[in-house]
């Protein structure tokens, strides 16, 4: 190849959601206000858990994290959504599209090993309660965090590599809102079958894998809670699981239709409303999900406002 085939594209433009001035201006507001929400949401959940010992267990400890991932991956994305909908347009230079796709795609694959790993600190802590202490002390969660992390961002570098080894040419235009891998791998010139294969196998890992952990160990929470006599564990059992449930239905749902299930036929529109869900709603929804119907962390905020309203006396 050429070096001139790997320079007929100098950026990428990117269509957005919608090219009407009107709506443009509408959305601004909106994903400024979601990301505002998001932002305090998460935060909020990350000082609870530091600063009330109630909340120092393994479950809020893995929360904490996926509140930092969904931080981190909103600001990597909305702020240049809010920017190219200010400007009524989205030029990314081709390096300034390969960081943003490896920050998002670090972070995305990050919250769906932790989600599995959330799921099996469930298992154990119902199903083996017993031996949960022992299992899932300090040093396990933090190297099972540390894992999501590490294995995140290194299995991310692969797919970006691979998809920027690509001579790109034509328009340049992505009908999308960021630079998502599968659409920016379309405007490559060259063969992709080997790339695709393997982002496809990469994906494959990183979101069925989790998703085989979470299934299997809600299919054993689920027989376990079955044999239980007591009213109240079974309440608590499917309190603490379902808010977890929720989450890994919005997160797998969509990632999974994007990177897994085949695209050929499927309108782009509809991808760029399919990732709206996992890159503006999800997160926003994180924080809302696991403190609604959460007792411990109802009576965290309680403490919090009583604390601040006596001081304010004083």
């Not at 530091?50 to 400890?61: A, E, I, K, N, Q």
């Not at 994305?77 to 989205?90: D, E, R, V």
């Not at 979101?207 to 007591?230: A, E």
Request: hydrophobic share 50%; net charge neutral; with cysteine.
């Amino acid at each position: 190849m050429g070096a001139e085939n790997f320079t007929s594209i100098t950026e990428f433009i990117l269509v957005g959601l919608s090219s009407d001035h009107e709506i443009q201006n509408l959305l601004f507001v909106v994903i400024l206000l979601i990301y505002t929400v998001t932002l305090v949401g998460n935060l909020g959940i990350i000082m609870l858990v530091l600063v009330d010992s109630r909340l120092h267990t393994p479950m809020y400890f893995f929360l904490t994290h996926l509140s930092g991932m969904e931080i981190c991956y909103v600001t990597s994305t909305i702020p240049q959504m809010l920017a190219h909908l200010q400007a009524g347009h989205g030029g990314l230079s081709l390096l300034r599209c390969a960081l943003q796709m490896y920050v998002a795609l670090s972070l995305g694959s990050a919250e769906a090993l932790l989600l599995g790993v959330m799921a099996y600190d469930r298992y154990l802590a119902i199903c083996r309660p017993l031996t949960y202490a022992t299992a899932m002390g300090r040093w396990r969660q933090f190297q099972l965090a540390s894992a999501c992390w590490v294995c995140g961002f290194f299995g991310s570098v692969i797919c970006v590599f691979l998809t920027f080894t690509h001579p790109f040419c034509g328009s340049g235009l992505i009908n999308h809102f960021i630079c998502e891998l599968p659409m920016v791998l379309k405007l490559a010139c060259d063969d992709t079958l080997i790339t695709e294969t393997i982002v496809f196998l990469l994906a494959a890992v990183v979101i069925l894998g989790p998703l085989s952990v979470i299934l299997t160990s809600y299919g054993l929470i689920l027989f376990s809670v079955s044999q239980m006599q007591s009213a109240r564990g079974l309440r608590k059992a499917f309190s603490t699981c379902g808010s977890h449930l929720a989450v890994v239905t919005l997160f797998y749902g969509t990632t999974t239709f994007i990177y897994i299930v085949p695209q050929s036929g499927t309108s782009p529109d509809n991808e760029k409303r399919i990732a709206v869900f996992y890159v503006v709603v999800t997160p926003l929804l994180n924080p809302v999900i696991y403190t609604l119907r959460n007792k411990d962390v109802h009576e965290a905020i309680a403490k919090v406002v009583r604390r601040l309203g006596f001081e304010q006396k004083n």
